[in-house]
């Protein structure tokens, strides 16, 4: 019992005179300094491969697993990091707050691009409507979100050089914004247009969507003027979305 009292006396001075505790190894280089397997040398810093295995704490508070010298608060050195949390937690990731702690949380969901379709039929601009619009038998299906939507179309051209516009609707006679609105800063009627040479000419741009349904299917209609055809089935168009925040 007297030499239990002594070494705790002793350890207790040691302490008070060092200012470190160690564990497993008789040469602690911080003031908290733990050697997992017992394998540092006794006269000398351990080498980098030696340190795998400890764990330290430095004077200025920052804490090092398999670090000997950790320069912020947390350095691991090897592994993987581990944080087991009470819920159901598959999928989530570690995340910091505003505040600076730690959450799991899910990431926001990420939509992929959405590629449009093309069906059958070539179009031709006509007499009977010539104000109303023309399905150019191109359609799109997004999911609830904000979308950018883009296409290109490739007519032919009959004329002289014309203005044509284009546009998105739920519609396929007529303009119709059901189940989305457009992000545009509040301008009427948004479209895409330009300016079309006879011959082959290329009907390009892009619209900024919001899609407020669960689901909703979008039409590319060409507004009915001048003389000009489209086919669907030309190489060079094109209608994809993709999401934004």
Same mark, same amino acid.
């Given at each position: 019992m007297k030499?239990?009292?002594?070494?705790?006396?002793?350890?207790?001075?040691?302490? *008070?005179?060092?200012?470190?505790?160690?564990?497993? %190894?008789?040469?602690?280089?911080?003031?908290?300094?733990?050697?997992?397997? @017992? &394998?540092?040398?006794?006269?000398?810093?351990?080498?980098?491969?030696?340190?795998?295995?400890?764990?330290?704490?430095?004077?200025? @508070? &920052?804490?090092g697993i398999g670090v000997l010298n950790p320069t912020v608060r947390l350095d691991i050195n090897g592994g993987s990091l581990k944080v087991v949390s009470t819920g159901n937690d598959a999928g989530k990731v570690l995340t910091?707050?505003?505040?600076?702690?730690?959450?799991?949380?899910? *990431?926001?969901?990420?939509?992929?691009?959405?590629?449009?379709?093309? &069906?059958?039929? @070539?179009? &031709?601009?006509? %007499?009977?409507?010539?104000?109303?619009?023309?399905?150019?038998? #191109?359609?799109?299906?997004?999911?609830?979100?904000?979308?950018?939507v883009n296409w290109g179309l490739t007519l032919s051209v009959r004329t002289n050089p014309i203005w044509l516009t284009s546009?998105?609707? %739920?519609?396929? %006679?007529?303009? #119709?914004?059901?189940?989305?609105?457009?992000?545009?800063?509040?301008?009427?009627?948004?479209?895409i247009g330009g300016n079309l040479w006879p011959g082959y000419a290329f009907l390009w741009g892009s619209s900024l969507i919001e899609v407020t349904n669960a689901e909703v299917t979008i039409n590319i209609l060409v507004k009915n003027t001048h003389d000009w055809s489209f086919t669907p089935s030309s190489w060079e168009n094109y209608l994809y979305a993709i999401p934004f925040k």
């Amino acid at each position: 019992m007297k030499k239990v009292a002594v070494l705790v006396i002793l350890c207790f001075y040691s302490i *008070l005179g060092f200012g470190q505790i160690s564990v497993n %190894t008789s040469l602690p280089m911080h003031p908290l300094h733990v050697d997992g397997k @017992g &394998n540092n040398p006794k006269d000398k810093a351990p080498s980098a491969i030696e340190a795998q295995d400890d764990f330290v704490v430095t004077k200025e @508070g &920052n804490v090092g697993i398999g670090v000997l010298n950790p320069t912020v608060r947390l350095d691991i050195n090897g592994g993987s990091l581990k944080v087991v949390s009470t819920g159901n937690d598959a999928g989530k990731v570690l995340t910091s707050n505003g505040d600076g702690i730690a959450e799991i949380k899910s *990431l926001p969901s990420v939509l992929p691009a959405v590629i449009g379709k093309f &069906n059958p039929g @070539g179009v &031709n601009s006509t %007499t009977t409507n010539p104000e109303g619009s023309i399905f150019t038998n #191109a359609t799109i299906t997004l999911k609830k979100g904000k979308w950018i939507v883009n296409w290109g179309l490739t007519l032919s051209v009959r004329t002289n050089p014309i203005w044509l516009t284009s546009y998105l609707s %739920t519609a396929t %006679t007529t303009r #119709a914004e059901n189940g989305f609105i457009f992000l545009n800063g509040g301008a009427s009627k948004p479209s895409i247009g330009g300016n079309l040479w006879p011959g082959y000419a290329f009907l390009w741009g892009s619209s900024l969507i919001e899609v407020t349904n669960a689901e909703v299917t979008i039409n590319i209609l060409v507004k009915n003027t001048h003389d000009w055809s489209f086919t669907p089935s030309s190489w060079e168009n094109y209608l994809y979305a993709i999401p934004f925040k």
